[in-house]
């Protein structure tokens, strides 16, 4: 005897009277090309292609349920999810291989099965259709029947033969172990002797591992309680051992009058569109809510849903709200790497002197010049690696359109291209891949080499070795220097539209996904090896869990298949008989970008019709519903439990979230009601009530049906049933392709690479476990006020969207070189400072450290603005009369450029500074003495950049196939070439910081005359944009671009504070009349920084504090008027100089 964690599973029965046909297995792997045993070729006139083998949408082969019982048993979540080994690999766990199953007729036993899931047999045509996962030897089938039943009482069988593991995808199918038609044989079983459901009969399931060394509990990897802990298992006190697991489930009839599922018959289904599921969600609440304003419902809803993202800060919440509602629909892509060098502190023992050598550490410019050489590396090879998986993918893509052209449809076979220049065409790109691969490599590198990871690692070793030798000398300041990784910015693909099902028909399974902390029981059971001994496993777990009551036929929602028809934008699009390019203004002509929104907005759409009608199939899902009802909860605990608390009994949050009925009724009846709070209440009463009548699901393959493919799973590269020449030739583009094989061409359709346009809902079917079908309606299809079409109730609006993943690099440069800021401690992207002062109409000018060099006034002199050196300047140096002696070049320029403009350009931009400054406030408590009383804006570089992830995606059109094979380049429509609006700064935004900039030439000059704001035309193909920002040093500048998720750029208070508080800041005043020898002015008190006098007497310069006695009433015995400067100065400035 063994003890074993007894875990509770779920089982399916469903009883037909007759045979029916039900939504079949989405592949038939008889319909493989292949040698037979026989010798004779099979199938030989089909492609060997996914597409030869794989049902369409809502055309599914039919596959054959036989009349009788059929059982279904679900498998523990934790033994379906996805998990990581020591290396870093994904894989799935192994699952129970073996199960009786026991039939019983008023608690007598009636039959007994065992199932062995992970047979594989070439004759027993009951079993599962199962390709090889190893391709076949020569005279073998592709595929063989996997599982098998046999009677308890010949058990088991000796021989057979045996899968080395059985998982939950089965042969890579995510929901192989969830459809019954995909596993009939392996986790169900089939009973032919009722053909109406039974009275007073029960069937369980007992499961098990047959290969005890795959049973995680058996030779577990982590203690027990951690295992338990991560699969959410939990058992009752047992503080032995646990040998195996056993999974158990019963099933007992208990048939109602009506079989029939009342799910399926009383209820209409709603049907609603979003970009996300909570966008669906809320426009599924939005009418549905007696508020009288259905779209302020959907806005509510939609800010309480991100409310965790935007309480941390109260600034900006309606144009954080937008941002964060458009981020929410794009899905994150890893980026690659940068490298970075930090420091690394040994607080233990430190002393005050070791702190203050820290501090006074430079890294030396070579180490700048190394560092911005790794980085260089990484971005080419992570590049490179982009562009050979685009290489790869685009090789299948051809490889998929050979085959068709070797294996013709006889309808069409004068169609296609002659298969012998086709694979000239495929022999080339293999000869492209395989020496551009070579020149990539991989990283890490072996050997001595010079592709680009041999550059990498060449470089870093290089940089390593800097850091030994600067590291040397910090030891003694118990510090040191280390290179680190971080994740360069995200690729981002946009969201695929978001399909929400409403009612009873749309409740979620709770076969899958619903086992949260499972309750689980120990028993000790006999070793599974006989016939006998199963019976004693079987005793031993027998009622150790409720029995499920049989009363309907059941329905267990699991896929949805959809057909959806898109309209592009029509002004400028590329499907023109006469024009296959899109126009480069095709985006900025048909969209505006308003202040203070994130997304792009249609100013007339006009809409296209073509050959763009998509299907798909994708698994459902649900958790749109209950996550927004927590927040919603969330929300309301704090804005009305304080109120509640102050005369009840406090309630703290938690209990408030498990029972919030008392203290929301409350609130109702009080007379202090708000009808915001009085609406969140009614939604989330309305989410609990209908939390079991809710499924969505993304329509998965959308945006690749968009760029003419298909995304369904793939056969890999092979020609089985050819000559050995082909055969040869087919190995050769398997290997150059590698594994970049997920979507099909799909030459018959558009090719829109720019999401942009509307559209709508032609089919929608919900598919159970069973294979059973329900056709939902999808007109009318209901949507956010934000995404609706006029004059189309049914369409759903789709603002402009690149297809790929992309990204807009949006960063600030450091000061003295041109890399990305930020890599280095010390370097700094603050080439400068100007400070605006509506007192005498200048514009002061200082360095990087705070230093003042001199202002520029509204004053003419000559042609040019007035440049007034600093007060107490020699004249000479970067503080003489020639702002052409200001060290930074790109401050240098600006101030020169200025200057030449005239006192009218100075004064128009101190005007824009005034009118941008009262509105920029951003929340940081960052101390900086200059702040207090001036707003000095930090002059800095960024750099903008529009990117799509490897290549661009190609056109797949079989007449623009013929034409890629006789030139260079691919056809992409000149997506590359089209302009996107990017918006510099957010006018209205307090967090913004961009008062102003100026774009850059490539010499680093100002190109143009300063810019308030602006809104820039960026393409793919065009180099990035380089600016001079003025930069409140609090905020960050934004890039908004509607196609993309917002960038900022920022400086971090390190890059800013000391300038600031070491700043001087000098103002003009004259005439002052007062005492020869002691000067008082009524100023006010500044923390922290003390006031000054200057003004030159013959050829010297006087400075002196102000004298606060002075302004004691009394008349001046020397009365003298006076000109000069009045200084606010650090507090720790001498005084009479």
């Known amino acids: 005897m063994a003890t074993a964690l007894v875990v509770p599973i779920y089982l399916d029965a469903l009883c037909l009277p007759e045979d029916r046909d039900v939504t079949g297995p989405e592949a038939d792997f008889t319909l493989l090309p292949h040698v037979g045993p026989d010798g004779r070729d099979h199938n030989a006139g089909l492609p060997y292609l996914s597409g030869a083998i794989l049902s369409a949408p809502f055309d599914d082969r039919p596959f054959r349920l036989k009349a009788g019982v059929h059982l279904h048993w679900s498998l523990p979540d934790a033994l379906t999810r996805l998990t990581q080994d020591e290396n870093g690999r994904t894989r799935v766990m192994a699952v129970p291989n073996r199960w009786l199953v026991t039939r019983t007729r008023s608690g007598a036993i009636d039959a007994q099965w065992v199932v062995e899931s992970d047979h594989v047999s070439d004759d027993n045509l009951s079993g599962t259709v199962h390709p090889r996962t190893d391709p076949p030897a020569p005279g073998m089938r592709p595929y063989r029947y996997l599982g098998r039943r046999i009677r308890l009482d010949q058990w088991p069988v000796g021989g057979g033969e045996y899968l080395p593991e059985l998982t939950a995808v089965g042969h890579g199918d995510p929901v192989f172990a969830a459809f019954y038609p995909n596993c009939h044989s392996v986790f169900g079983c089939h009973d032919p002797d009722f053909t109406t459901p039974p009275q007073d009969v029960s069937y369980d399931v007992v499961g098990w591992y047959g290969t005890l060394a795959q049973d995680p509990l058996a030779y577990p990897s982590a203690p027990l309680d951690e295992i338990l802990d991560r699969f959410g298992w939990s058992v009752p006190s047992h503080s032995g051992p646990i040998a195996r697991t056993v999974c158990y489930a019963k099933l007992t009839f208990a048939p109602a009058g009506r079989t029939a599922n009342p799910l399926l018959v009383d209820a209409a289904t709603g049907v609603y569109v979003g970009h996300s599921p909570t966008e669906a969600l809320a426009a599924s609440l939005g009418p549905t809510l007696d508020a009288g304003d259905p779209d302020g419902i959907e806005n509510l809803l939609e800010a309480v849903a991100f409310a965790g993202d935007l309480e941390s800060r109260a600034c900006d919440l309606e144009v954080r709200l937008s941002e964060a509602r458009h981020t929410a629909t794009f899905d994150p892509i890893p980026g690659g790497l940068r490298w970075t060098v930090r420091r690394r502190d040994d607080n233990d023992g430190v002393t005050a002197e070791q702190k203050q050598a820290r501090e006074a550490i430079t890294l030396p410019e070579s180490v700048a010049d190394l560092l911005d050489e790794v980085n260089r590396a990484q971005r080419d090879y992570d590049d490179a690696r982009d562009v050979l998986v685009s290489l790869r993918d685009r090789l299948f893509a051809d490889w998929h359109k050979y085959l068709i052209c070797v294996y013709p449809d006889d309808a069409t076979r004068d169609g296609y291209p002659d298969p012998d220049e086709v694979a000239f065409f495929l022999d080339r790109q293999v000869t492209w891949i395989q020496a551009y691969d070579a020149a990539t490599g991989a990283f890490p590198p072996t050997g001595q080499g010079t592709s680009r990871a041999h550059v990498l690692g060449g470089a870093i070793k290089n940089l390593v070795t800097a850091l030994d030798a600067v590291n040397t000398a910090a030891a003694a300041a118990k510090t040191e220097f280390a290179l680190e990784r971080v994740p360069a910015p995200p690729w981002w693909r946009p969201r695929e539209p978001v399909v929400l099902f409403t009612g009873p028909a749309a409740t979620p399974t709770d076969r899958h996904g619903a086992d949260g902390t499972l309750s689980c029981a120990v028993a000790d059971v006999p070793e599974p090896a006989s016939a006998a001994a199963l019976t004693g496993v079987r005793a031993a777990v027998d009622g150790r869990f409720p029995a499920q009551a049989w009363r309907t036929d059941p329905w267990h929602p699991v896929l949805l298949q959809w057909e959806a028809e898109y309209f592009p934008v029509a002004v400028g699009d590329n499907l023109a008989a006469d024009q296959r390019d899109y126009a480069p203004y095709f985006v900025v002509n048909g969209y505006d970008l308003p202040p203070g929104e994130a997304d792009l907005v249609s100013s007339a759409m006009l809409l296209d019709k073509g050959?763009?009608?998509?299907?798909?199939?994708?698994?459902?899902?649900?958790?749109?519903?209950?996550?927004?009802?927590?927040?919603?909860?969330?929300?309301?605990?704090?804005?009305?439990?304080?109120?509640?608390?102050?005369?009840?009994?406090?309630?703290?949050?938690?209990?408030?979230?498990?029972?919030?009925?008392?203290?929301?009724?409350?609130?109702?009846?009080?007379?202090?009601?708000q009808a915001r709070l009085l609406s969140l209440i009614a939604a989330y009463r309305h989410l609990v009530a209908r939390e079991d009548g809710n499924l969505s699901q993304s329509l998965g393959g959308f945006n690749d049906a968009l760029v003419m493919r298909r995304l369904v799973r793939q056969l890999p590269i092979a020609d089985p049933v050819n000559f050995p020449a082909y055969q040869a030739f087919a190995r050769r583009v398997?290997?150059?392709?590698?594994?970049?094989?997920?979507?099909?061409?799909?030459?018959?359709?558009?090719?829109?690479p720019i999401r942009a346009g509307a559209m709508r809902l032609l089919r929608l079917r919900l598919v159970d476990n069973f294979g059973l079908t329900h056709d939902v309606a999808t007109d009318p299809t209901g949507t956010t006020e934000r995404l609706r079409v006029p004059g189309h109730p049914a369409w759903v609006a789709l603002p402009p969207r690149l297809a790929q993943p992309a990204r807009m690099r949006f960063h600030l440069l450091n000061a003295t070189r041109d890399d990305?800021?930020?890599?280095?401690?010390?370097?700094?992207?603050?080439?400068?400072?100007?400070?605006?002062?509506?007192?005498?109409?200048?514009?002061?000018?200082?360095?990087?450290?705070?230093?003042?060099?001199?202002?520029?006034?509204?004053?003419?002199?000559?042609s040019r603005a007035r440049w007034t050196p600093v007060p107490g300047s020699t004249g000479t140096g970067s503080t003489g009369t020639d702002p052409g002696a200001i060290a930074d070049p790109t401050l240098r320029a600006i101030v020169t450029r200025l200057r030449e403009a005239g006192p009218d350009a100075v004064g128009d931009v101190l005007a824009s500074l005034s009118d941008a400054l009262a509105s920029i406030d951003p929340e940081n408590d960052t101390p900086a003495g200059a702040l207090l009383t001036t707003r000095p804006l930090a002059v800095v570089r960024a750099e903008l950049d529009l990117q799509i992830k490897g290549l661009p995606a190609v056109h797949q059109d079989w007449n623009v196939f013929r034409e890629d094979m006789r030139r260079y380049g691919r056809e992409t429509n000149a997506v590359t070439d089209v302009l996107f609006p990017v918006r510099i700064g957010q006018p209205g935004r307090w967090g913004d910081g961009v008062a102003g900039l100026w774009l850059l030439d490539e010499e680093g000059r100002p190109s143009g005359d300063f810019l308030a704001q602006a809104t820039l035309h960026q393409s793919i193909d065009l180099p990035p944009v380089r600016m001079a920002l003025l930069l409140d040093p609090r905020g960050r500048a934004h890039a908004v671009s509607g196609v993309l998720p917002v960038a900022s750029a920022g400086l971090d208070a390190a890059q800013y504070a000391?300038?600031?508080?070491?700043?001087?800041?000098?103002?003009?005043?004259?005439?002052?009349?007062?005492?020869?020898?002691?000067?008082?002015?009524?100023?006010?008190?500044?923390?922290?920084?003390?006031?000054?006098w200057r003004e030159k007497r013959g050829a010297a310069w006087?400075?002196?504090d102000l004298d606060a006695s002075a302004l004691d009433a009394h008349f001046p015995a020397d009365l003298t008027a006076r000109e000069g400067w009045l200084t606010l100065r650090p507090d720790s400035s001498g005084t009479t100089t």
């Open 611 to 673: 050959a763009n009608v998509y299907a798909g199939t994708t698994v459902l899902s649900s958790g749109a519903r209950p996550v927004l009802s927590e927040r919603i909860l969330t929300y309301l605990a704090g804005a009305i439990l304080p109120a509640y608390n102050a005369g009840h009994p406090p309630v703290t949050p938690d209990d408030f979230a498990r029972a919030p009925e008392a203290v929301l009724a409350w609130y109702e009846s009080g007379d202090d009601r």
């Open 734 to 752: 398997a290997d150059a392709a590698g594994d970049e094989t997920r979507s099909a061409p799909q030459p018959l359709t558009d090719f829109n």
């Open 820 to 862: 990305e800021a930020g890599d280095l401690p010390g370097m700094s992207p603050v080439c400068g400072w100007l400070v605006p002062s509506d007192l005498d109409d200048t514009l002061a000018v200082h360095a990087a450290d705070g230093t003042a060099l001199g202002a520029l006034g509204a004053v003419a002199d000559g």
């Open 1058 to 1092: 000391a300038a600031l508080g070491a700043m001087e800041l000098d103002v003009f005043t004259a005439p002052v009349l007062g005492d020869a020898g002691r000067l008082g002015l009524p100023v006010p008190d500044v923390p922290g920084r003390r006031w000054a």
């Open 1102 to 1104: 006087i400075t002196a």
